[in-house]
């Protein structure tokens, strides 16, 4: 069934305003000069209820779901800046310790079941009973910060219900006026009360994610079929709403999340981004040990990420009883994906060995137009992962992911991650603690390499140099932990998890009832394909000597080309070859065993093993010199637990055995794996079955997250050479889906380069 006109002209006039330069919203004030003495966190429940109570309101033309970050008919763009809420002192006190105003990480999916259930009054009313019997000042100022932020979502929502009933009276089709009026009536129920149909609870959702856009916080919507579906079925039942008419709004629910997408073709030109880059310099490729690594950015992401902010969609999976539960509304949102055909929101299908044939097909032909999404994640590796990290098996059924991939608990955890590169970790076991590339000393001196007389005494340095970065990680994850509490609470979040309420504290301050850590491990694949290279060639065949290899490493393999052929013929990880596959299964083994000790030393928090690089695949590179596997200085990384450039000769059967090979219970944050497919390999019926036993076979091996890209280099040139023809052309970048037009002329290549290399 093909899109609504309604739909196809939303679409259309989305991408019109992508061209369109922005004007920002900033007339915001300040609220310290009536509430400067109030405690820091009830300041900026202050500031977010003035913020929705002054953000001008708009409803795109045609549109069944009211509410935009952008206004098209003015061009007007509401940032995320609140009004001033912090003294001069505050800020600056947040700013010796790193933070800001600012310092809202997001990651975080609110419990929008709890929304729907209780609605804004049932939460007041929760934290008003609470602030009576409240033991402390700190309880006291977050039980009023949340009933300040529930009475702004209700001022929000009677405001865009307004508006809507305001339009109804000017609009002259009496068609579109009764729909601006069953908006206004939506609004004026939900979110203030309990969601009663399927129109309310979606509405509900996307204007709640809206203020949390408007407020600063970039979030996930989790798993949206299982959060509506129940008010769905009940409209269908009492013949309230005919299934077209819930399509066409899923269909234009999912259009919301790309009206504040930018051409950045346009606003971003090449001779900028070099500027940017070389204002950016120090922070563009080195990293210092146990630096905030959620917090950096460079000139390339600016590029790269233009139109990524956090918006996931999960749908499918199994339910907390254990059993399958996608229902009708998991297959409209997999066909509004692939009708609207744009990168947002970042779309993953959750699947297991419960999952129906007619899912699968539905998913991979979705996948075909997609432009790498969905993505797929396996409930039969991650939820096992989950319960041997501590968390209760019911939780652990209903994960879901933040806004790229990692794992966490819907409506219930605080999160944060930190990357660290651990193919730095082997160069400063083969470079006695130092960067190759300015000879920086960054780790223990784990003595000269070049006396290494055997591969377990290789491998233990690098151990010991992981170790050393993983302790070190740890401790200061744990030791400014809640330091944003000083300075950026989320009083709005907080009441809309579970935990922060109970705990009568915010978020930020553990107030969830899970704080998980991520520690992602970068390069991974490279590390197992050097030390692969070690064992083989320098101890077992004896082709060169460890003085030969380090010199090499030393000289970035100018003048020792014989050696680099040797180290890249070597056994690579994703050609299913157990030699290296062994290797880098062992290594995240020791990884996990080693974090599962740290995590004693801490109470209120699990730290979480995983292996990915988002898009930063090419910074990560330009960080490291040479590594034995035949890489060069400054080359990029493959993406997330991506088989290296040119490993993959055995295609993607090859690469889905040798990821896995790897534990995945030792992997409870993920380690997606990204591959592509050629276009003519899934042409037709015959192709799709091929498609689908791809996937089919990730899933049943044990595969943890599998990201598909399908693209021809042919066509991936033509778009370089012609962008305009090619506005719709989507790939994977290691966390979400971009434009191949918009990308960075760097980025365009390393995808090709990619598609040739596998």
């Not at 079925?233 to 629910?253: H, R, T, Y």
Request: hydrophobic share 40%.
């Amino acid at each position: 069934m093909p899109a609504s006109i309604r739909v196809k002209t939303l679409g259309e006039n989305i991408r019109d305003c992508m061209l369109c330069p922005k004007t920002n919203f900033t007339d915001l004030g300040s609220i310290l000069s009536e509430s400067g003495s109030e405690p820091l966190i009830v300041r900026n429940a202050l500031a977010v209820k003035r913020k929705l109570s002054i953000v001008p309101v708009a409803v795109w033309q045609g549109q069944l779901v009211p509410g935009s970050i952008t206004l098209p008919e003015s061009d007007l763009f509401l940032t995320e800046a609140l009004p001033d809420y912090a003294t001069a002192q505050e800020k600056e006190n947040a700013r010796a310790r790193g933070y800001s105003v600012s310092s809202i990480v997001g990651h975080i999916v609110p419990s929008y079941p709890k929304l729907l259930r209780l609605g804004v009054c049932g939460i007041r009313k929760d934290a008003r009973e609470r602030l009576e019997t409240a033991k402390s000042e700190s309880s006291n100022a977050f039980y009023r910060a949340c009933i300040i932020v529930m009475d702004a979502l209700e001022v929000f929502a009677l405001r865009y219900s307004e508006h809507c009933a305001d339009l109804a009276e000017k609009e002259p089709d009496p068609i579109r006026a009764d729909e601006l009026r069953a908006m206004a009536s939506d609004l004026q129920n939900c979110p203030s009360k309990p969601a009663k149909s399927f129109s309310q609870a979606v509405n509900a959702i996307w204007l709640t994610h809206l203020a949390f856009q408007l407020t600063g916080n970039a979030l996930a919507i989790g798993r949206f079929d299982q959060h509506v579906w129940q008010y769905l079925k009940a409209d269908l039942e009492n013949g309230v709403i005919s299934m077209e008419s819930a399509q066409e709004l899923v269909d234009c629910f999912m259009l919301k999340f790309n009206e504040r997408a930018l051409d950045n073709g346009i606003t971003f030109a090449k001779t900028d981004f070099e500027k940017a880059r070389e204002g950016n310099e120090a922070n563009w490729a080195k990293r210092d040990p146990f630096a905030h690594q959620t917090q950096r950015t460079n000139a390339r992401d600016n590029v790269d990420a233009t139109n990524h902010w956090l918006q996931n969609v999960i749908v499918g999976g199994v339910g907390t009883d254990g059993e399958d539960a996608a229902n009708p509304v998991t297959y409209m949102v997999l066909e509004a994906f692939d009708r609207n055909r744009m990168t947002n929101p970042c779309l993953t299908v959750r699947l297991s060995s419960k999952t129906s044939p007619e899912l699968y097909r539905k998913s991979c032909e979705v996948l075909l137009n997609g432009g790498g999404l969905p993505a797929f994640f396996n409930d039969d590796a991650i939820i096992p992962a989950l319960t041997r990290w501590g968390i209760p098996l019911e939780d652990a059924r209903d994960y879901t992911n933040d806004g790229c991939w990692e794992i966490i608990i819907a409506g219930r955890n605080d999160f944060y991650f930190d990357r660290f590169n651990m193919l730095r970790c082997l160069e400063w076991a083969l470079n006695r603690g130092k960067s190759r590339i300015d000879g920086k000393l960054e780790a223990p001196d784990p003595g000269d390499p070049s006396a290494f007389d055997c591969y377990d005494r290789a491998y233990s340095a690098f151990l010991d140099e992981l170790y050393y970065e993983l302790d070190g990680l740890m401790e200061k994850n744990h030791r400014e932990f809640g330091a944003r509490y000083d300075i950026a609470p989320v009083p709005l979040l907080s009441a809309l998890l579970d935990g922060p309420m109970e705990a009568g504290d915010d978020m930020t301050k553990c107030g969830a009832k899970y704080v998980t850590y991520g520690l992602i491990a970068e390069g991974a694949s490279h590390v197992a394909d050097s030390l692969a290279a070690i064992k083989k060639v320098i101890f077992e065949d004896k082709a060169a000597s460890m003085p030969e290899l380090i010199r090499a490493l030393d000289d970035n393999f100018t003048g020792h080309e014989a050696l680099r052929a040797k180290l890249m013929n070597a056994p690579k990880y994703g050609r299913g070859d157990a030699y290296a596959d062994d290797i880098a299964a062992d290594v995240f083994d020791k990884f996990a065993q080693k974090t599962a000790e740290l995590n004693k030393k801490y109470t209120n928090m699990i730290f979480l093993p995983g292996a990915g690089t988002f898009s930063w695949y090419i910074a990560i590179g330009e960080g490291c010199g040479p590594s034995p596997d035949g890489r060069l200085a400054g080359e990029a990384v493959s993406s997330n637990m991506s088989p290296s450039a040119g490993a993959a000769t055995r295609g993607v059967t090859g690469s889905i055995i040798s990821h896995t090979a790897l534990d995945m219970t030792a992997l409870p944050v993920g380690s997606p794996t990204d591959l592509r497919l050629s276009a003519k390999l899934v042409e037709g019926e015959g192709g799709m079955e091929r498609l689908m036993g791809v996937v089919k076979s990730f899933v049943t091996l044990g595969g943890n997250m599998l990201t598909l890209t399908v693209a021809d280099t042919g066509l991936l040139r033509k778009a370089q050479e012609q962008p305009e023809k090619y506005r719709d052309l989507r790939v994977r970048m290691g966390g979400w889906s971009a434009y191949f037009t918009m990308l960075s002329k760097e980025q365009q290549e390393y995808h090709i380069q990619k598609e040739e290399g596998i």
